[in-house]
């Protein structure tokens, strides 16, 4: 699953005032001192057609975010962007500033906002539609925060008593199994997963957990960044301890256990980039096998209070269990309580009290700078997405979600497929049968277009007067519909995002890509936008999502979603010293606090990046052939507006906190080596802008996988 962007195309610019020429393209816009912007004969468009011009307005790109100062061929996320960035302000209540992403979830919550309050007034009201009935009582008990603040912690009551019982590894497991079936995951997570060797199957996963900062390094590197924000994390566990009831010293001492102890969890764990092999990330142990490696845990209660019927069960770390038989066995029970209560709380924490979700934020404003929580609307729309989200996203749908935008990408989809079959067929070092099979992935992968084919139900009452129940009675539903997948027939139907979200995502083990209708909407998409600039924005979105299925994670799976090799050996020797290339190049950039780029890491969301500009560019090119005129808009060729399309599509501005966050953990590169890293490796963007050969953004070796 992968969160990245998504798509969607429809025909030529429209309005305004044209004038028309016989005049060649031209290149205009980027420097005084470019030549041409099609100089290159294969990759040029035709050379004497009419040319009509127009504003880059006009053609949907954001003229006042350039920065003319700087050379394009040098760093072309400031050309794209720079203006943007330094006249634009993080809101208080974000860690970034996005003209794509966080710019169209605002406008969605603003749409869903005004729709849930409308029917929060209306949920009582006689002969109300039961979908609307359901949805504003829900999100009317998230606003009512005076009922919330008389209920306090008793929504959680019975399982922090469950909890206070603990006093052995038995009354331990049974506090686990309570709180998993609840869906709080602690200690370790626990859930569906496509079997990787058959991949129409679904099967248990029982895979690391059990820490309370973002990553196993934080509690492993000692630096001082990394020793600062583990003391903070410290104070902020004393903290939530006592905003439980615990007395101040006893906090503090319970406060360094659970940090000791979730240390001695992270040491058992694997790191982010060892996660990134499929293969490392199979290992069938079944009942039996996870039994044996931490028989100190009464699995027996565990399988009959999750209802887990099945044999079928794959360990994604399996050092983790035995670091866990080591900790049930020693931890004393005590220690054991404190940790429960300290991760029930800290997921529970948005539900309840006004202190509590207050303290909860402290931890989240030190990780990301981000100076204010959101206001109570928006973090109950978003609420109210999590819990029911089927049920919004079918009002979203009707409202926000035109046919022709679906019709329009699946158009988009086609001409990005058509042109990653010619790129493989152009492949001077994939061998006739490894393309064959890589024919045969795409022409089976699958997608989906703003909303699933069949809508869930929530078989559940929602009270309107009692949100903390409402909301544990979702998660109790969700993990009950979660668990009964294991040892049933994939539903490929089932989506991983609700129809508003603002995300994309490849499913490897489907070899399907999924944008939802949250996420087609300016700037990404618009019907007023010329076909380069859709293409650059959202185009490059479809082609980022195909890129998957063959980046160095998607090449281990087979046109059925299986983990299997499909590549002759040669060939694959050939794969990864390409895709290491790729890894080399972006550990060479450098991150905020003076680090670098973990090339490792980011590889596979690089490589995607890389091939989705490429495949957007020909499809562009392809979809654009017919037209009887080229467009020049403020001097800009098409191929430039493409670009700058692309470019601006990843305006972002950070706080240094969350950029720091971001560089330790993200499996994406910061916006600008998206960008300017991304355009390095393309050939056709050094044509467009007639870049020489010692600007920095042509690289005297290119990486080239896709």
């Given at each position: 699953?992968?969160?990245?962007?998504?798509?969607?195309?429809?025909?030529?610019?429209?309005?305004?005032?044209?004038?028309?020429?016989?005049?060649?393209?031209?290149?205009?816009?980027?420097?005084?001192?470019?030549?041409?912007?099609?100089?290159?004969?294969?990759?040029?468009?035709?050379?004497?057609?009419?040319?009509?011009?127009?504003?880059?307005?006009?053609?949907?790109?954001?003229?006042?975010?350039?920065?003319?100062?700087?050379?394009?061929?040098?760093?072309?996320?400031?050309?794209?962007?720079?203006?943007?960035?330094?006249?634009?302000?993080?809101?208080?209540?974000?860690?970034?500033?996005?003209?794509?992403?966080?710019?169209?979830?605002?406008?969605?919550?603003?749409?869903?906002?005004?729709?849930?309050?409308?029917?929060?007034?209306?949920?009582?009201?006689?002969?109300?539609?039961?979908?609307?009935?359901?949805?504003?009582?829900?999100?009317?008990?998230?606003?009512?925060?005076?009922?919330?603040?008389?209920?306090?912690?008793?929504?959680?009551?019975?399982?922090?008593?469950?909890?206070?019982?603990?006093?052995?590894?038995?009354?331990?497991?049974?506090?686990?199994?309570?709180?998993?079936?609840?869906?709080?995951?602690?200690?370790?997570?626990?859930?569906?997963?496509?079997?990787?060797?058959?991949?129409?199957?679904?099967?248990?996963?029982?895979?690391?957990?059990?820490?309370?900062?973002?990553?196993?390094?934080?509690?492993?590197?000692?630096?001082?960044?990394?020793?600062?924000?583990?003391?903070?994390?410290?104070?902020?566990?004393?903290?939530?301890?006592?905003?439980?009831?615990?007395?101040?010293?006893?906090?503090?001492?319970?406060?360094?256990?659970?940090?000791?102890?979730?240390?001695?969890?992270?040491?058992?764990?694997?790191?982010?980039?060892?996660?990134?092999?499929?293969?490392?990330?199979?290992?069938?142990?079944?009942?039996?096998?996870?039994?044996?490696?931490?028989?100190?845990?009464?699995?027996?209660?565990?399988?009959?209070?999750?209802?887990?019927?099945?044999?079928?069960?794959?360990?994604?770390?399996?050092?983790?269990?035995?670091?866990?038989?080591?900790?049930?066995?020693?931890?004393?029970?005590?220690?054991?309580?404190?940790?429960?209560?300290?991760?029930?709380?800290?997921?529970?924490?948005?539900?309840?009290?006004?202190?509590?979700?207050?303290?909860?934020?402290?931890?989240?404003?030190?990780?990301?700078?981000?100076?204010?929580?959101?206001?109570?609307?928006?973090?109950?729309?978003?609420?109210?997405?999590?819990?029911?989200?089927?049920?919004?996203?079918?009002?979203?749908?009707?409202?926000?979600?035109?046919?022709?935008?679906?019709?329009?990408?699946?158009?988009?989809?086609?001409?990005?497929?058509?042109?990653?079959?010619?790129?493989?067929?152009?492949?001077?070092?994939?061998?006739?049968?490894?393309?064959?099979?890589?024919?045969?992935?795409?022409?089976?992968?699958?997608?989906?277009?703003?909303?699933?084919?069949?809508?869930?139900?929530?078989?559940?009452?929602?009270?309107?007067?009692?949100?903390?129940?409402?909301?544990?009675?979702?998660?109790?539903?969700?993990?009950?519909?979660?668990?009964?997948?294991?040892g049933n027939p994939d539903d490929r139907d089932d989506w991983y995002m609700s129809a508003p979200t603002v995300n994309a995502y490849y499913d490897a083990s489907r070899n399907g890509m999924v944008f939802p209708a949250g996420i087609l909407q300016p700037p990404f998409?618009?019907?007023?936008?010329?076909?380069?600039?859709?293409?650059?924005?959202?185009?490059?979105?479809?082609?980022?999502?195909?890129?998957?299925?063959?980046?160095?994670?998607?090449?281990?799976?087979?046109?059925?979603?299986?983990?299997?090799?499909?590549?002759?050996?040669?060939?694959?020797?050939?794969?990864?010293?390409?895709?290491?290339?790729?890894?080399?190049?972006?550990?060479?950039?450098?991150?905020?606090?003076?680090?670098?780029?973990?090339?490792?890491?980011?590889?596979?969301?690089?490589?995607?990046?890389?091939?989705?500009?490429?495949?957007?560019?020909?499809?562009?090119?392809?979809?654009?052939?017919?037209?009887?005129?080229?467009?020049?808009?403020?001097?800009?060729?098409?191929?430039?507006?493409?670009?700058?399309?692309?470019?601006?599509?990843?305006?972002?501005?950070?706080?240094?906190?969350?950029?720091?966050?971001?560089?330790?953990?993200?499996?994406?590169?910061?916006?600008?080596?998206?960008?300017?890293?991304?355009?390095?490796?393309?050939?056709?963007?050094?044509?467009?802008?007639?870049?020489?050969?010692?600007?920095?953004?042509?690289?005297?070796?290119?990486?080239?996988?896709?």
């Amino acid at each position: 699953m992968r969160p990245v962007l998504s798509l969607i195309l429809l025909a030529a610019a429209c309005g305004g005032a044209n004038s028309t020429s016989t005049a060649p393209v031209a290149a205009g816009g980027a420097t005084t001192t470019r030549a041409s912007a099609g100089a290159h004969v294969d990759d040029a468009p035709p050379a004497m057609k009419p040319v009509t011009n127009r504003s880059l307005a006009e053609v949907g790109l954001d003229p006042s975010a350039l920065d003319r100062s700087v050379d394009p061929c040098d760093d072309f996320y400031q050309f794209a962007c720079g203006n943007w960035i330094r006249t634009t302000e993080i809101p208080a209540d974000k860690p970034i500033a996005m003209r794509s992403f966080v710019d169209i979830e605002d406008r969605n919550l603003a749409y869903l906002h005004d729709v849930l309050e409308r029917m929060r007034t209306s949920a009582a009201a006689p002969g109300a539609d039961p979908l609307e009935k359901t949805l504003g009582a829900f999100y009317g008990s998230c606003m009512d925060e005076a009922a919330i603040e008389a209920a306090g912690p008793r929504p959680i009551a019975r399982l922090l008593q469950t909890i206070d019982k603990v006093k052995d590894a038995r009354s331990l497991s049974a506090a686990v199994s309570q709180l998993h079936a609840a869906g709080f995951g602690v200690l370790f997570s626990f859930g569906p997963i496509q079997d990787a060797k058959d991949a129409r199957s679904v099967i248990a996963d029982l895979d690391q957990g059990g820490l309370g900062l973002p990553d196993r390094d934080y509690y492993l590197k000692d630096d001082p960044q990394t020793k600062k924000l583990r003391a903070m994390y410290q104070d902020h566990v004393a903290r939530m301890l006592a905003t439980l009831g615990a007395k101040a010293d006893v906090a503090a001492k319970e406060a360094a256990q659970i940090v000791a102890l979730e240390t001695e969890l992270a040491k058992a764990s694997k790191d982010k980039v060892a996660r990134r092999d499929p293969h490392g990330m199979y290992n069938r142990l079944d009942r039996d096998g996870v039994e044996k490696a931490v028989p100190s845990f009464d699995w027996a209660t565990f399988w009959k209070v999750t209802r887990f019927k099945s044999q079928r069960i794959t360990v994604g770390a399996p050092k983790f269990l035995e670091g866990l038989e080591q900790l049930v066995r020693t931890t004393p029970p005590a220690v054991w309580r404190a940790y429960l209560r300290f991760h029930l709380a800290s997921q529970a924490a948005p539900l309840l009290s006004r202190k509590l979700e207050q303290t909860q934020f402290e931890l989240q404003a030190a990780l990301t700078g981000q100076a204010e929580m959101e206001p109570r609307w928006k973090r109950c729309v978003a609420h109210t997405d999590a819990a029911l989200g089927d049920l919004l996203g079918q009002v979203f749908v009707r409202d926000r979600f035109a046919g022709a935008s679906k019709r329009a990408a699946e158009d988009q989809i086609a001409a990005i497929t058509a042109a990653m079959k010619q790129r493989i067929e152009a492949l001077p070092w994939m061998d006739p049968a490894t393309k064959q099979r890589a024919f045969a992935k795409l022409a089976a992968m699958s997608y989906q277009i703003g909303y699933p084919n069949k809508w869930r139900s929530y078989p559940f009452t929602v009270d309107p007067k009692a949100f903390g129940e409402n909301a544990l009675a979702a998660r109790r539903h969700e993990q009950v519909r979660q668990l009964e997948k294991i040892g049933n027939p994939d539903d490929r139907d089932d989506w991983y995002m609700s129809a508003p979200t603002v995300n994309a995502y490849y499913d490897a083990s489907r070899n399907g890509m999924v944008f939802p209708a949250g996420i087609l909407q300016p700037p990404f998409y618009s019907v007023d936008a010329a076909i380069p600039v859709n293409l650059g924005a959202m185009g490059m979105v479809v082609g980022h999502e195909l890129t998957h299925g063959f980046d160095d994670e998607g090449a281990h799976y087979d046109a059925d979603g299986n983990l299997t090799s499909w590549w002759e050996p040669a060939t694959a020797n050939e794969f990864k010293r390409r895709t290491q290339c790729v890894v080399d190049q972006y550990s060479q950039y450098e991150v905020v606090g003076g680090g670098k780029l973990d090339g490792a890491n980011t590889a596979g969301e690089n490589i995607a990046d890389i091939g989705g500009v490429k495949l957007a560019f020909a499809a562009y090119r392809a979809l654009r052939a017919p037209a009887a005129d080229t467009v020049v808009a403020d001097g800009f060729t098409e191929d430039q507006q493409f670009f700058l399309a692309f470019g601006q599509a990843w305006c972002a501005k950070m706080r240094p906190d969350y950029e720091q966050l971001l560089a330790a953990v993200d499996v994406h590169s910061p916006a600008k080596w998206r960008v300017n890293g991304t355009l390095s490796a393309t050939p056709e963007f050094e044509r467009a802008f007639a870049c020489k050969p010692t600007a920095k953004l042509v690289p005297k070796t290119r990486c080239e996988v896709w």
